[in-house]
């Protein structure tokens, strides 16, 4: 799969993360779905709506500086607003705190088929490497490639 965007899509990305660091940021991606590539127009920038109080799952106590959620009802108003666009969610991006920009067990499990995820390392609050993955057919995450494309092409 081949992600296309903007150079200044990884702008917003990066800001985004060193803003909240050390604590996970999270986002929505909008864009167009093709057979073998998303193309994102709009990133939105979301709260890190994780509550470890609120998840059914035992697992170690974790924080936002570990773990990201975007907020259901915030979920479905951008589903809403895409589709009044004639646009799609096309993936969720999020940062890793002073950790490698590789999905974890966690976000695997709870990842979605049809999005590809954008992956930000943030060291010492500084953005560093960015990855885009996503599913396979075995539920597994494959790296997305990522191009870079014009402005004008996104109008």
């Known amino acids: 799969m081949n992600l296309k965007l903007h150079p200044e899509h990884l702008q917003i990305i990066n800001n985004h993360a060193e803003s909240t660091y050390p604590e996970e940021c ?13 193309t994102l127009i709009t990133v939105i920038p979301t709260e890190n709506a994780w509550n470890q109080e609120a998840v059914n799952f035992t697992v170690e106590a974790q924080s936002t500086k570990r773990r990201y959620a975007i907020a259901p009802a915030f979920m ?6 895409a589709r ?3 646009l799609s969610i096309i993936g969720i991006y999020h ?8 999905p974890s067990e966690w976000d695997r499990l709870y990842a979605w088929p049809e999005y590809s995820y954008i992956i ?4 010492n609050g500084k ?8 599913l396979d057919e075995n539920h597994q995450f494959q790296l997305e490639t990522i191009e870079h494309i014009n402005l004008t092409i996104l109008s």
Do not use: F, T, Y
């Open 84 to 86: 009044n666009r004639n």
């Open 26 to 38: 999270c986002g929505i991606m909008l864009g167009h779905m093709a057979e073998d590539s998303k």
């Open 127 to 134: 953005a560093g490497k960015l990855q885009s993955w996503s």
């Open 76 to 81: 479905l108003q951008m589903q809403r607003e």
């Open 120 to 123: 930000v390392s943030v060291e």
């Open 95 to 102: 940062s890793h705190p002073d950790h490698p920009a590789i």
